[in-house]
């Protein structure tokens, strides 16, 4: 596990910058701060009496409204503020105009106060802007992006709980565009690749654990909502390519179960054991407006894709349709008769589909407000429905398994090899791939046209070192077995070689045997023919049959050594041939013996390549968790040098200040003195004055430095608390007790 310094733990604990996060924030209000100014440098023009461009600055709901060209500001932003523009030169109509700018100490005081959220008076309160939603917001996108589709690009893999199996899969979806799912983990979401199964990075939850986990309509984030049982609840929205957190709504009392983001991204609505959905503003964080109808705990949230109305079901088979701008009461749909655990709504808005622990799916048309559709999906319960963009519906169920079903709720494809009753589905959006997680923390991944090839993916997979080592022990087996597939190659091959030699002689033996054979067969012959022309002579040279037939016997005896000899050669020629062909069987064993090894040989370096591949990925992920360590702390120690530096100088302001200001009050009091005594003291009361001046001139560049460098302490203290929470929230995710 990953640990900080005690340095910085304890710069973190006592450092001044820890006390000047612990004082409240000045705050600039129009009463007290800006209407002054706006009477010194503008009202003659714009005021409620003589409405310039129809703009009023003398009243706070007059300077809000604007004039006939629309808002002149904007709350929390001065890049959008018309009127900071154009008294900062920055825009034409240069304002007050003939006139020098506004002193840079009164520009300070406008900006910081458009800053805050523009506060009227005492009693308001300060709301800084959200400048990273209000970038989410300005790249909206209600279909697919342009580009390629959003992946995770800087996600660290490391987990932030690791264990030996995952808890029961609470929370699970995919992207519309891009070949990525989610799945929620314990105090984390892992994201994998639908196509490789690859694991691309984790994001750290750690407010408890995720129960609903939805993507915005361009893919771009992912809302995540959870937290703990009867503890604590919230939902956190996340960009997918870095995993940096844009905002956090929410401050329940009790674990957040479902949550979902409007299309434009501008809401974010929460719902839960609590039985009330409330909507927030994904900017501010500040809620819009609750609904109060469910009667029991609340499952389902699902904002349709045009943004015109949010579903939502409950614990008692309650479903109901609201307007989503409003949050007034658009419909019940009455006819489950048990829980509903998910809803869906389809891409063009117009149905929308419900599953319930009675078994069963419901379609219903939001035209006509009625059911169009229903059938037993799952026994035991339907779980999890999911639309894809091209309108087929995946869904899981108690029975353990997951299902395709068209539009007409026709059954497309059944997935089978979960463990135990199926709790979440996920389809990508082309719908391509399904994945499902169960009861008992098993999570598969499958492609849509192929059930029997499933693939186990991990909610908590295994920690970077751990997996290191895997790989390692991995890559040493494979080395072993590789260096005895090489020793029994190089045996096999050394056999195939002998076999090979002994086979060559044998061949060449049984060629000499060959060429006895046929000269023996050749002798036989002549002698046979031999025989016949002594039989011819003795049949006619009977006067000569008793030295004829001594001959012929001598000829006979010949016959049968030569028939003998032949004989023998026939039978070491059949020996020699069998052996031949004893040896060739051999060689041919041995040869296949050989090409078998150098098979196995090829195989397990390739295996090799690829062990060592994971080895130097994993310590690449490794080296990037420690580099984003290192740049966390470093960032916040210098966030942190920066406002003591500041603060410091504030300090020394503040003094010089007091002291000037002693200076002025006594200079005034001796003016004051020197105007009694007027008479022959005229020069010295001059001189006095002219003091007195250029004393209150110094005050006012002091007072002007001191607001300048108040505004430099306000962003150094944004910058080291935004750099603090990066730090506490890396530390909630990796930082695990010794």
Known sequence: MLRWSPSILFLLTVSPVGLLFAEDEAKITFDEHIKPIFREHCTTCHSESDKESDLALDTYSGTLTGGSGGEVVAEGNTGSSRLWALITHAEQPFMPPDQDPIPEAQRALIKTWIEQGMPENAGSKIKRSNNAAMAMLGGTSLGKPEGPPPMPEKLLAQPVVETVRSAAISAMTSSPWAPLVAVGGQEQVAFYHSETAELLGIIPFPEGEPQSLTFTRDGRQLLIGGGRHSHSGCAV??????????????????????????????????????????????????????????????????????????????????????????????????????????????????????????????????????????????????????????????????????????????????????????????????????????????????????????????????????????????????????????????????????????????????????????????????????????????????????????????????????????????????????????????????????????????????????????????????????????????????????????????????AEEKGKKASVEDLTIKLNALQAQLTGLQQQVEQAAAAQSGAQQQLSESQAKTVELQTQLEAAEQAALAAKEKLELFQKAYQKPE
């Not at 501008?266 to 407006?289: H, N, T, Y």
């Open 237 to 654: 929205l996340v960009d997918v390519a870095s995993g940096e957190r844009i905002t956090k709504v929410g401050d329940e009392l009790d674990i957040v179960l479902t949550a979902d983001i409007t299309p434009d991204k501008s809401r974010i609505a929460i719902a839960g054991p609590q039985k009330i959905i409330k909507v927030f503003d994904s900017v501010s964080g500040e809620l819009v407006f609750e609904m109060k109808k469910h009667t029991d705990w609340i499952f389902a949230l699902r904002y349709s894709p045009d943004g015109i109305l949010l579903a939502s079901g409950d614990r008692s088979n309650g479903l109901v349709v609201w307007e989503a701008d409003t949050g007034r009461l658009y419909t019940d749909l009455l006819g489950h008769t048990g829980e509903v655990r998910s809803l869906d709504f389809r891409a063009d808005s117009n149905v929308l589909a419900s599953g319930s622990m009675d078994g069963s799916i419901k379609l219903w048309d939001l035209f006509e407000n009625k059911e169009v559709k229903a059938w037993g999906a799952h026994g035991g319960g339907v779980t999890a429905v999911s639309f894809a963009n091209n309108g087929l519906l995946a869904s899981a169920g108690r029975d353990g398994r997951l299902k395709l079903w068209n539009g007409n709720g026709e059954l497309q494809k059944e997935y089978v090899g979960l463990s135990d009753a199926a709790l979440e589905v996920a389809m990508t959006g082309d719908a391509n791939y399904i994945a499902g997680g169960d009861w008992n923390g098993q999570v598969r991944l499958w492609r849509a046209d192929a059930p029997e090839q499933g693939a186990l993916i991990s909610a908590n997979p295994p920690s970077i070192e751990s997996r290191l080592a895997a790989a390692n022990q991995q890559l040493t087996a494979i080395k072993t077995q590789l260096d005895a597939a090489k020793l029994t190659a190089e045996a096999a091959s050394a056999n195939a070689g002998t076999a090979q030699q002994e086979l060559q002689v044998a061949q060449q033996a049984a060629a000499e045997v060959a060429n006895q054979l046929a000269t023996a067969t050749s002798s036989d012959a002549m002698l046979t023919e031999q025989l016949a022309t002594t039989d011819s002579q003795i049949a006619e040279l009977e006067k000569q049959i008793v030295a004829l037939k001594a001959q012929r016997e001598q000829t006979a005896t010949q016959l049968a050594t030569a028939k003998e000899a032949t004989t023998n050669l026939q039978q070491q020629s059949a020996t020699a041939s069998q052996t031949v062909v004893a040896l060739e069987a051999k060689q041919n064993e041995l040869v296949t013996a050989a090409t078998t090894a150098s098979e196995t040989q090829t195989a397990l370096e390739s295996q090799l390549t690829a062990a060592q591949a994971e080895v130097d990925k994993v310590a690449a992920q490794k080296l990037a968790l420690d580099a984003r360590a290192a740049e966390l702390a470093e960032l916040t120690q210098a966030a942190i040098a920066g406002a003591q530096a500041i603060a410091q100088q504030l300090t020394a302001v503040s």
